[in-house]
């Protein structure tokens, strides 16, 4: 993808009307967001493995483009965000959501799963912004969305790979976020708590197999409490989506979004453990510089 594939002129730029590309647009919140930009008279790119089931779930639309996309082959980035231009002649916010989740502790999820768990939240985003820039900063506008989670906030017990993989999204958005600032590139991190998608579904949720005894009673709690989770959580994904349209018209979003009550409490939370951790030693920290000679 390069400047060079951008049209002259654009419709969408003359009319107001943005256009959003949100991936992983085939189920979930990927759809309820592909939905409420229609709804606010938006064209969308939805993006996901399957066009077909992508259109289905969001619904037949004038200003809809379900587009293959899996975000762990560069190639597919590149061909989704050229189909984006090629017919709508621009990206104004791109919607980094496509994820799953492989959970179980550290010793009991294999090396492979625990890559795949990084290739798609971790480097399946990188794929789709990189190949997004190029029109971006040909633009000289443009909002980068990225949906991360209170995992990339603070980790917990049975969320090595998964929070691995957001600790590394969010260091990656937030050192992103000034390099393409002068270009007129914005950027948003959304930090969801727990909201009744279906991230806990049998799709995207995958347990580690319990194989070591010294884990395997808290192995079974954990996952009979996960399971029972699935379709109770409190969020509303639909009121999250519209909380995203109405955000992305902000001349300066914020950098982060805690999205629930929850995402509050682990903001808070977290902000607090910092500082009470750098209180704690706060002279021998403060000790450590070379001596005068």
């Not at 179980?104 to 789709?128: A, K, L």
């Not at 009550?261 to 704690?280: H, I, N």
């Amino acid at each position: 993808m390069t400047e060079q594939t951008l049209p002259t002129n654009s419709t969408t730029s003359r009319t107001g009307q943005k256009v959003w590309f949100i991936t992983g647009a085939g189920r979930g919140l990927g759809t309820d967001i592909a939905k409420a930009a229609l709804a606010a008279g938006h064209a969308v790119v939805a993006a996901g493995r399957n066009p077909k089931k992508v259109a289905q779930a969001v619904g037949s639309h004038k200003d809809l483009l379900a587009v293959k996309l899996d975000v762990t082959n560069p190639d597919d980035a590149a061909a989704a965000v050229q189909a984006a231009v090629d017919r709508f002649g621009r990206v104004d916010v791109l919607v980094n959501n496509a994820g799953n989740f492989y959970a179980g502790f550290f010793e009991e999820i294999s090396p492979q799963d625990f890559r795949t768990q990084i290739e798609t939240t971790m480097f399946g985003p990188m794929n789709v912004t990189r190949a997004a820039l190029p029109v971006l900063r040909a633009q000289r506008s443009g909002l980068l969305v990225t949906i991360s989670s209170t995992a990339g906030i603070a980790g917990g017990e049975f969320l090595t790979a998964y929070a691995a993989s957001k600790f590394g999204l969010e260091g990656w958005a937030e050192s992103l976020a000034p390099e393409v600032a002068p270009f007129g590139i914005r950027s948003m991190l959304v930090e969801p708590g727990f909201f009744r998608t279906e991230l806990l579904t049998p799709e995207s949720t995958s347990y580690a197999d319990s194989t070591i005894e010294d884990y395997a009673e808290r192995t079974e709690q954990t996952v009979k409490t996960w399971k029972s989770m699935d379709g109770q959580q409190w969020g509303d994904p639909a009121k999250l989506a519209d909380a995203l349209i109405q955000l992305a018209e902000l001349a300066e979003p914020p950098l982060r979004f805690a999205a629930g009550a929850d995402a509050v409490d682990t903001f808070e939370a977290r902000a607090k453990l910092l500082q009470d951790q750098a209180d704690a030693h706060r002279d021998l920290s403060g000790n450590l510089a070379f001596s005068d000679s």
